[in-house]
Nanobody, 123 residues
Framework: QVQLVESGGGLVQAGGSLRLSCAAS????????RGWFRQAPGKEREFVAG????????YYADSVKGRFTISRDNAKNTVYLQMNSLKPEDTAVYYC????????????????WGQGTQVTVSS
């Protein structure tokens, strides 16, 4: 049974930082590209960042480029999202995902999802 479990969300002031983690079990971790998505109330789920199977290629939404960093530790079956210079508009539920087809911007192309972790940025 595949499980993705996010952690690290919380409440932070604008300009602050958080690091999200997503631990995977039940799959061959290095065989899957990984992505982070977010969904704010009343909005569609949107791509935030993605990382290739090996970790050598990373991709970011324009809205987070230069502020967020995605990384992975295949030995620990964990992917991370370091979020710096947070803004109120970053407030959302953040989800990690695993995809066998590589990094994709569309949520439908991912095979597995975590349950989400809330990130709230106060102004």
């Amino acid at each position: 049974q595949v499980q993705l479990v996010e952690s690290g969300g919380g409440l932070v002031q604008a300009g602050g930082s958080l690091r999200l983690s997503c631990a995977a079990s039940g799959l061959t971790f290095s065989s899957y590209a990984r992505g982070w998505f977010r969904q704010a109330p009343g909005k569609e789920r949107e791509f935030v960042a993605g990382i290739s199977r090996s970790g050598s290629n990373t991709y970011y939404a324009d809205s987070v480029k230069g502020r967020f960093t995605i990384s992975r530790d295949n030995a620990k079956n964990t992917v991370y999202l370091q979020m710096n210079s947070l803004k109120p508009e970053d407030t959302a539920v953040y989800y990690c995902a695993a995809g066998s087809s590589g990094v994709a911007y569309r949520p439908s192309l991912y095979n597995y999802w975590g349950q989400g972790t809330q990130v709230t940025v106060s102004s």
